[in-house]
């Protein structure tokens, strides 16, 4: 049934999965198409998780589409002769297939673990840097002034422009007002949905300064798309004459906030 | 039937035909073609109908990439007859579109295509069964889906437009009329349409269920059956005990829109600047009851085509299946792990984060029967005899794509690396491999496989393979670059990401990717002309045109009422290809074994 040449010509359309796959994943990089620029400190741990998974899961993957190229290949009925292995099974194979891969998923999760409680579990003793508010389609800023405590007369009140200091464990308080919202920052490899009802705490530290994305990554409704924030990280020193400033210049254009501060606290 | 003595029974005697009647004509058209209870036409009607709904899936996709390659741009064909300004979309509209596009995928193609129209189509011919258990739930399974047709269908013209919250329909934005234009009635007819096709899989389930556990034909013990029936058989399983947790919390969604229970809606919510009149829920809770059907139904949407391919596999490479039993058991561990996974959809949910290592770790050892059945279908390939047709292609192509759908799911299983890829392309990219390039093709290799079957025609396989051709380039063109997407952290549902400097030069990736789409959708013309063309001009197909084992082919093509004109006994398993010493090369399962004294000796 069928010529060889159809078999060397359906072999090769199943090897260009494997060659153009990691292709892709080769030159993607030399367009900048990959993994934006980390800036925060458990940030590298992640990044190489990634790399690692994606050793592995490489591995496997041009082995078996390897695999499956070569028999497809070796096993066209037009070139092989006779009729094909009558064979049911192999249990040493099944044990062997079943036992390591088993051994090795279990492993990558348990190498997880530690990353993932760094990042989520392991909260630093401090009170919140900021409070950050989603709502439909902006993110409300409220930094505790002064005083260091949230929900006093001197809370500072901005929005969508997100200023932390670089090199310090910075802990924000995460809330909603209205749906879910997702506080997503591609560079510091923070993501946390904001869910109303509850106030969900997010860690991190910049290891740089500069001006990077806040992007909102669960659907939240018709703007979703332009939930946008940035976030600026800079020094101490930087960070305090900002606050000052900002503080400043609330207290000349509004009148005390206390509606607002009753309001928004919990 | 399964009392009669396999001594009695032999080929030819004994049909279960009813004698001829003279009915009136249109009652009989009616009730042959429209509200028939023969499993074959109810599997022939999913058929139809959900690859109709897979052709509005595929539309609404390709608006969808339009709006991503080229955002807020002029719409072709499609922008003047639903956009409102101009041919341009409106980003509520655009939300409204991928909604869709899942919602028809998932629950109106996929889910009843393999169960409704193969596991319709295949059970009672492949156990030796006549029909169904219950033939009559067997046609309410079908004609429940059309209130679902119709209100999906309507819900794209009421005020506000379909359902937009996603097809996971989260809240508050689901429930709170305020928070989007789609929360309104379409929302209401989204909650609606889903009862109904939970009604219908669910009355398909238990029919399934009775059907394979009591009505196979003399011999065929549960460890003969052809895999495409233990998947269906699993599958029916899986849903008769996941569907009632979707059910009831549709049932809680709706009456939070219309009543104000509050299941899901916090103290104090304030949505568009108006305060919700109720509160003390949790939106939490949705997602843990969503996730806890979606997530077995995941592999609801994977486990049939995997039972078919394996089928197809062996038929076109000549060999038995490689591990017959890990396969089954393989299957088996899917779906029970399938149950205490679905907390791997809630990793950034604000759920304890304690609670996500213990989903971390059953999610990758799900991974685990995943790897199994791939070496064995890697196993059956080799040493065999492969025969280049389009269905050996497709279903040689679920097992590579697969692959790749089975390994980007290990990226989003640990939690650390999920905080970056958490939605965005690369999951969009993980479950399009598993989900288009995995059952989707999988659907075709059993198309082309059964076709001859369904209507007594082979379809044309130069054009078939000219189909499998494009569909497996563009299909990868389109896919297979989300990933890199996905790994700049490219976030899906977003109507347009390039204002963000992180996103903003992944245009031209997406114009390519959207380009493939095109392609992909329009190289199904050629399927569809082929499809109808060989239903009434194809080659005649004799019972077996494929010489493969399982009962279906010993009966006639397309079978008449009754399905087979003789009583089938089973005398072995499925796979008895290559049988050595035997001269055909592979023994049928109704092969008796006194003609073939010495091969069956060996064969058993």
């Given amino acids: 049934m069928g010529s060889r040449l159809g078999g060397i010509f359906w072999s090769l359309i199943f090897l260009a999965v494997p060659v153009l796959g990691v292709a892709t994943f080769a030159i993607a990089p030399s367009y900048n198409i990959w993994l934006p620029k980390n800036v925060s400190e458990h940030g590298s741990s992640i990044d190489g998780l990634f790399y690692f998974i994606l050793a592995l899961t490489g591995v496997v993957f041009i082995a078996t589409e390897g695999l499956l190229f070569w028999f497809i290949w070796k096993y066209d009925a037009a070139k092989a002769k006779g009729p094909a292995t009558y064979i049911h099974g192999s249990h040493t194979l099944e044990v062997v297939w079943t036992i390591i891969p088993a051994a090795t998923l279990l492993f990558l999760a348990i190498y997880q673990m530690n990353t993932w409680a760094d990042v989520k579990m392991r909260r630093p003793a401090m ?12 993110w409300r800023l409220r930094y505790p002034g002064r005083d260091g405590m949230l929900g006093t007369r001197d809370d500072l009140f901005l929005t969508n422009d997100l200023h932390l200091p670089v090199d310090e464990d910075i802990l924000i308080q995460l ?4 749906v879910l919202h997702s506080f997503f920052l591609p560079n510091f490899r923070i993501k946390q949905d904001a869910v109303p009802g509850m ?30 924030g940035r976030v600026t990280i800079e020094s101490r020193a930087d960070f305090d004459r900002w606050l000052e400033e900002t503080y400043a210049r609330q207290e000349a254009t509004q009148p005390a906030p206390e509606d607002t501060v009753a309001a928004a606290a919990d | 039937m399964s009392t009669a003595t396999a001594s009695t029974l032999s080929h030819g005697t004994a049909t279960s035909l009813p004698p001829a009647r003279k009915p009136r004509p249109v009652a009989e058209f009616l009730s042959t073609y429209v509200f028939s209870k023969d499993h074959k036409v109810i599997g022939l009607q999913f058929l139809f109908s959900t690859l109709l709904w897979f052709l509005i899936g595929g539309l609404l996709a390709l608006a969808v990439r339009w709006q991503i390659a080229w955002p807020w741009s002029d719409v072709p064909v499609l922008g003047k007859l639903f956009a409102q300004q101009g041919g341009q979309m409106a980003p509520e509209f655009y939300t409204m579109l991928f909604t869709m596009h899942a919602t028809v995928m998932i629950f109106l193609v996929i889910i009843p295509i393999l169960a409704g129209a193969f596991g319709n189509f295949l059970i009672p011919l492949m156990i030796g069964a006549d029909d169904m258990a219950f033939p009559t739930l067997n046609m309410l399974s079908y004609w429940f889906m059309w209130p679902a047709f119709l209100l999906f269908g309507a819900s794209f013209f009421v005020e506000g437009g379909a359902a937009s919250s996603g097809w996971t329909s989260y809240p508050p ?73 979707l ?20 103290e104090g919510n304030v949505v568009n600047n108006s305060l919700a009149s109720t509160g003390g829920g949790q939106p939490l809770l949705w997602q843990h009851l969503f996730w806890f059907y979606s997530h077995p139904a995941v592999y609801i949407m994977i486990l049939p085509a995997m039972g078919m ?18 396969m089954v058991y393989s299957i088996a561990g899917i779906a029970g792990l399938g149950f205490i996974v679905w907390g791997h959809h809630m990793f950034m949910s604000g759920m304890n984060p304690a609670l996500g290592i213990t989903f971390m770790v059953s999610t990758m050892m799900i991974a685990l029967p995943s790897a199994v059945k791939t070496f064995n279908w890697l196993g059956t390939v080799w040493g065999g005899r492969i025969q280049f047709t389009t269905s050996m292609l497709f279903a040689l192509s679920f097992v590579s794509m697969f692959i790749i759908g089975g390994l980007s799911g290990i990226f989003m299983a640990a939690t650390p690396v999920d905080i970056f890829i958490h939605d965005t392309y690369f999951i969009v990219a993980h479950f399009h491999y598993v989900l288009f390039a995995g059952t989707a093709m999988g659907v075709w290799a059993a198309i082309y496989f059964w076709f001859p079957k369904m209507f007594g025609r082979t379809m044309n396989e130069f054009w078939g393979k000219v189909h499998f051709f494009l569909t497996f380039i563009f299909l990868n063109g389109t896919f297979f670059t989300m990933h890199i997407l996905g790994a700049v952290g490219f976030p899906r549902r977003l109507a347009d990401a390039y204002h963000y400097e992180t996103f903003h030069h992944l245009q031209p990736l997406n114009a390519f990717m959207t380009y493939c789409a095109i392609g992909m959708v329009a190289s199904q013309i050629i399927f569809a002309a082929n499809f109808f063309w060989s239903m009434f001009f194809g080659p005649i197909a004799g ?26 006994v089973v005398y072995r398993g499925p796979y008895e290809y290559s049988v050595p010493g035997v001269e055909k090369g592979h023994l049928m399962q109704t092969d008796p074994p006194n003609a073939l004294a010495t091969a069956a000796a060996a064969a058993h």
């Fill in chain 2, 247 to 266: 059910t009831a919390a549709g049932f809680m969604q709706l009456t939070d829109r219309m009543i104000g229970t509050g299941f899901f809606t916090p």
């Fill in chain 1, 127 to 138: 009170a919140p840097t900021v409070e950050v508010v989603a709502r439909q389609f902006e």
């Fill in chain 2, 173 to 245: 934005l689901s429930t709170n009329v305020n928070s989007a234009p789609g929360s309104g009635w379409g929302q209401t007819l989204w909650l609606l349409g889903l009862t109904m096709v939970g009604v219908s899989s669910m009355l398909g389930s238990v029919n399934y269920m009775t059907t394979i556990i009591l009505m196979r034909a003399p011999g065929m013990t549960m460890f003969r059956l052809p895999m495409t029936i233990w998947a269906m058989f699993i599958t029916a399983v899986l849903q008769a005990f996941a569907l009632p947790v």
């Fill in chain 1, 199 to 228: 106030k969900i705490p997010v860690w991190f530290k910049a290891k740089e300064t500069g001006q990077f994305d806040i992007v909102c990554a669960e659907l939240c409704g018709w703007g979703h798309y332009k939930m946008k």
């Fill in chain 1, 175 to 178: 809330k909603s007002m209205d």
């Fill in chain 2, 309 to 326: 391919v394996s089928d197809i596999l062996t038929t076109f490479a000549r060999k038995p299946l490689f591990g017959y039993r890990p």
């Fill in chain 2, 543 to 568: 019972r077996n045109p494929w010489n493969s084992n399982t009962l279906e082919w010993s009966a006639p093509s397309p079978p008449g009422h009754g399905n087979f004109d003789f009583q089938p």
